[in-house]
């Protein structure tokens, strides 16, 4: 019989599909384990062979789970909403829902095709209404909350109008904006209900705030820092620039420092601890206020500013040399002097171009300019020059600093650049040998309350002498800031909000979801609004409580809606409590589900999503653990970056200024242009197919009339490993590796290829020996005439090679270490076949180990064997430590130290024992031919030696 791998794989697909196999159920007397990939988006391109890396891994702690006697739930579905599906309907005019729903149906082939134990029946997208009214009823919540600093927990916002309305708001401690103003109870309870909406929108964890956004006129939309590459949009390359919109903001700020301590309880890779870790940038320090001098040019009331700073190092606070405002700070139109207004202006102009990414990576270039405004020391009370410098950010801090180049390389560099003044802070000054004890925090001061004290008491003085002043107060300071959720998009969620007189006003739950309109173009309008701007019915009419035309809006009972979305990262914030009850229409999971299920044991995904989504993610569950809706504080108990597959790019090389196409071995002394190619034109030698290259249509005509200079008649191309991707033509589709080779061998390949968290090279050629090594599995089995396993008690050499095999298997699975498995099987199917073993109490176990890395192979084995059940319902293999212990010793036997012959002897045998059983064997006799030896050296469970 043949292993017919096609037919094997499509038959247990099948079976998988039509008996429920990994239906996960919400209530069950086995231990729950959640298993969870990060849900891909269906992109028009489909599955690359990089792509199943993560979910293989999960796949196999999945089945590993089941066998182990767990009720797993391992789900699947699409994080559909999103830019690239909307640039595609802008191109083509189709709407992004049919383009997903394709994706969608190519992304599931795939996925099936590979074998996975996804329990489908949870399916979720993002972009299915059922789906996102639960988003729209999650951001209703953020906004019906705010956030008490004294009990580190949100709230209702409806207990912070009680607490108005009896005690004003002087002794709230809330998380809000800068800007708030103090106010009585009788103050409050006197507020007009417009005024009211005013306040308490300072104070919701979802807000509208005039936000510094990175704009992309070219898409027409806001986007993310993670969206942007070098100063351009990742999808396009299109210039982004900084500009001010009101948006709406999540005030995930507030819970910066739960955030931080919150990555102590998990149980995540130190390396992704501290990418977290460095986003929310927790600094203790203090905030210091300088009074910006009237300048002559403006009134006193124009004059009578102040600056407010956040440093870590008040102690260094004699030697500020300067200021340096954000380009866009809001001091910075008002202070600058008209002589220096022009010059101001372009620079701030120029700044827009920049990404704050890119300023904040850029540490080489030195660019300011002066604004004609000084403030004043607030001890000494030097003049003190107010810059503006593009390296300081409006977002971080105050969007100010102090500058202190005799403590700071880069404020030193600026100041040097533009010859400002560096004052001798340390003239006449006599430090003491307490402030020498650490050179790295000397103190760098020149008063007389600050002299002598090492950094740390230095700085508790200064913050208590500028508290004296009023011009300063102990702080601490997050570089985390609040994620701007406003998305000038159509293809995402709509918020469920419409404006009454300006202010927002929510819909209520029982009219949810708000779904999107029909749009002409899903471009911005031509007077810029979002492309929801272009729907002709998207307004609320509050009598209806449904969307009407806007010809009906009247600002009485028909009002306008929102015009933003969501951005991506909305959906994929809480998905994973959807999985756990995902047909629920009254709720958005059970809590009956929620309380069973938890959270999630293992999670599997990508690095680049560590201060993006895990972070997003983070702060949407403990909001909600806050308002009772989840019993969790995190969403993820332990997660793994799977490393990446790389593809072998392929070069043709054209010369400069030319047409013609140089081979690899001609390019030496001449100036050329390296142009990615698809590799499916290159052969193993890296030989190009010039005609099929030629006659590809997607690369339009730039091949069709060139000239290919050739090498010994072939032309090569050049090589290098790359990210796998699309525009570097270096793609493998899975499709035709499971054709040619089954998901089997994909599926041990891919595991195979190195440690999960590690990029690793893909090489086609190389899947040919796993797949050997499954046929080989299959002759072991299976033979010319049928099934070759019987019931015969397996030999001792037969249970080593399987306990052995079951101790490496569960110690690899339970470390993550996939690749030394898939080894361990090849040296025992090795054994197996050497020692000819037939004995179904060794190789039925043996399948039950395999069948999570290659299920379908071990499904149909393990079906021959007489099963009519599922391998998924065996349990895993026990350890018996017994069999790995050596009973006996095959000693080798040598005369005058040369070894003539081996004798295999108990091992616990006594000296004596040993060393008679030697003397009376027949090749010993032979060997002394009558002698008698003058010693017998005997080293039990070593060796034994006759000198004669």
């Not at 701007?533 to 009407?548: I, K, L, P, Y």
């Not at 756990?580 to 929620?594: C, G, K, P, R």
């Not at 440690?755 to 020996?769: C, D, M, R, S, V």
């Not at 084995?861 to 007489?866: A, E, F, P, R, T």
Request: charged share 25%; glycine share 6%; hydrophobic share 35%.
């Amino acid at each position: 019989m043949q292993y017919h791998f096609n037919e094997i794989e499509a038959k247990w697909q099948k079976y998988w599909a039509e008996n429920k196999t990994f239906q996960a159920t919400n209530q069950s007397d086995k231990p729950k384990y959640y298993v969870l990939d990060m849900f891909p988006y269906p992109s028009g391109a489909g599955l690359h062979v990089g792509h199943p890396l993560g979910y293989i891994a999960s796949d196999i702690y999945a089945r590993y789970k089941r066998h182990k006697g767990f009720n797993v739930l391992h789900p699947q579905g699409y994080d559909s909403f999103g830019l690239p599906a909307e640039q595609y309907a802008i191109q083509t005019g189709q709407h992004p829902a049919l383009t997903t729903e394709e994706n969608i149906k190519t992304y599931r082939r795939q996925l099936d095709q590979i074998g996975f134990s996804f329990d489908w029946s949870r399916e979720v997208r993002t972009s299915d209404p059922s789906y996102y009214k639960w988003t729209q009823w999650i951001f209703i919540q953020l906004f019906e909350s705010w956030y008490c600093k004294t009990h580190q927990c949100a709230f209702s916002i409806s207990e912070l109008e009680k607490l108005f309305s009896e005690e004003g708001n002087a002794g709230v401690n809330a998380a809000c904006d800068d800007d708030v103003e103090y106010f009585t109870a009788k103050e409050w309870n006197s507020f007009s209900s417009d005024k009211k909406l005013v306040v308490l929108l300072k104070y919701r964890l979802t807000y509208l705030a005039e936000t510094e956004v990175n704009w992309c006129p070219a898409l027409g939309t806001v986007l993310a820092n993670d969206e942007i590459v070098n100063g351009v949009s990742e999808r396009g390359g299109h210039p982004v620039v900084r500009k001010k919109m009101t948006q709406w903001s999540m005030r995930i700020s507030a819970y910066a420092e739960r955030l931080l301590q919150g990555l102590d309880t998990i149980d995540w890779t130190d390396s992704l601890k501290e990418s977290q870790r460095n986003w929310i940038g927790k600094s203790v320090g203090a905030s210091v206020t300088f009074n910006v001098l009237p300048n002559v040019t403006l009134s006193a009331d124009e004059g009578s500013h102040k600056i407010d700073v956040f440093t870590t190092r008040p102690d260094t606070i004699f030697g500020v040399s300067f200021m340096t405002l954000a380009p866009e700070h809001e001091l910075v139109s008002q202070i600058t002097t008209p002589e220096q207004k022009a010059e101001v202006e372009a620079y701030i102009q120029a700044t827009a171009k920049r990404s704050e990414r890119d300023r904040m990576a850029d540490v080489k270039t030195i660019s300011g300019v002066f604004t004609g405004a000084y403030a004043e020391h607030p001890f000494s009370k030097r003049l003190i020059p107010i810059w503006v410098g593009d390296y300081v950010l409006a977002g971080y801090g105050t969007g100010a600093v102090m500058s202190v180049p005799c403590g700071d390389q880069r404020d030193y560099d600026f100041a040097k650049h533009f010859n400002i003044p560096i004052p001798n802070i340390f003239e006449g000054i006599d430090i003491s040998e307490e402030a020498y004890a650490d050179k790295d925090n000397t103190i760098i001061a020149n008063s007389d309350f600050l002299n002598g004290m090492n950094y740390k008491k230095a700085t508790k003085r200064a913050i208590f002498e500028l508290e004296q002043l009023g011009q300063g107060e102990g702080k601490t300071n997050y570089r985390l800031r609040d994620a701007v959720f406003s998305r000038q998009r159509y293809w995402g969620e709509p918020f469920p909000v419409y404006y009454v007189n300006g202010m927002p006003q929510m819909i209520d739950k029982a009219h949810l979801p708000i779904r999107l309109p029909e749009v002409e173009k899903y471009l911005p309008t031509e007077t810029g609004e979002p492309p929801l701007g272009r729907a002709d019915v998207w307004a609320w009419c509050t009598e209806t409580n449904s969307v009407v035309a806007n010809n009906k809006i009247n600002n009485t009972t028909v009002f306008p809606l929102e015009l933003n979305t969501m951005p991506g990262w909305a959906g994929s914030s809480w998905y994973f409590f959807r999985y756990m009850d995902a047909h629920n229409d009254q709720e958005f999971a059970s809590e009956d589900a929620l309380k069973y299920w938890e959270n999630v044991d293992l999670y599997i995904g990508g690095s680049e999503h560590a201060t993006g989504h895990l972070l997003y993610s983070r702060f949407w569950v403990k909001f909600m653990k806050d308002r009772g809706f989840v019993g969790v504080e995190e969403p993820f108990k332990k997660l793994i970056n799977q490393g990446m597959i790389l593809g072998t790019s392929a070069f043709v090389y054209r010369e400069d200024g030319t047409n013609k196409y140089l081979s690899k071995g001609l390019i030496a002394d001449i100036n050329v242009h390296p142009i990615h190619v698809k590799v499916q034109y290159v052969n193993a030698s890296d030989e190009l197919d010039i005609e099929g290259l030629k006659n590809d249509g997607e690369f339009g005509e730039d091949f069709k009339d060139a000239e290919f200079i050739l090498e010994d008649g072939v032309y090569k191309v050049g090589r290098d490993v790359e990210k796998m991707s699309k525009s570097k033509y270096n793609v493998v589709n899975p499709d035709a590796i499971c054709e040619q080779y089954g998901a089997d061998s994909l599926r041990l390949y891919e595991m195979f290829l190195g440690p999960l968290e590690q990029y690793k090279p893909w090489n086609t050629a190389g899947i040919t020996g796993v797949h050997g090594f499954l046929k080989k599995l299959w002759k072991l089995y299976v033979g010319e005439n049928g099934l070759n396993v019987d019931d015969s008690e397996p030999t001792k050499d037969n249970l080593k090679t399987l306990h052995k095999t079951i101790k490496k298997v569960e110690e690899d699975i339970e470390n993550f270490s996939f690749n030394t498995s898939v080894s361990t099987f090849m040296i025992a199917v090795n054994e197996l076949t050497t020692q000819k073993c037939t004995s179904k109490q060794v190789l039925e176990p043996l399948l039950v180990l395999l069948s999570p890395y290659a299920p379908h192979i071990a499904e149909e084995l393990y079906s021959q064997l007489g099963h009519n059940k599922s391998i998924s319902t065996a349990p895993f293999p026990k350890f018996d430590e017994s069999h790995l212990v050596e009973s006996s010793k095959n000693y080798p036997i040598s005369f005058n130290g040369k070894m003539r012959f081996t004798l295999e002897l108990p091992m616990d045998m006594s000296k004596e024992d040993i060393e008679a059983a030697v003397m009376a064997h027949e090749k010993t006799k032979e060997q002394l031919q009558g002698r008698e030896p003058k010693k017998v050296i005997v080293v039990p469970g070593k060796i034994v030696n006759i000198v004669g």
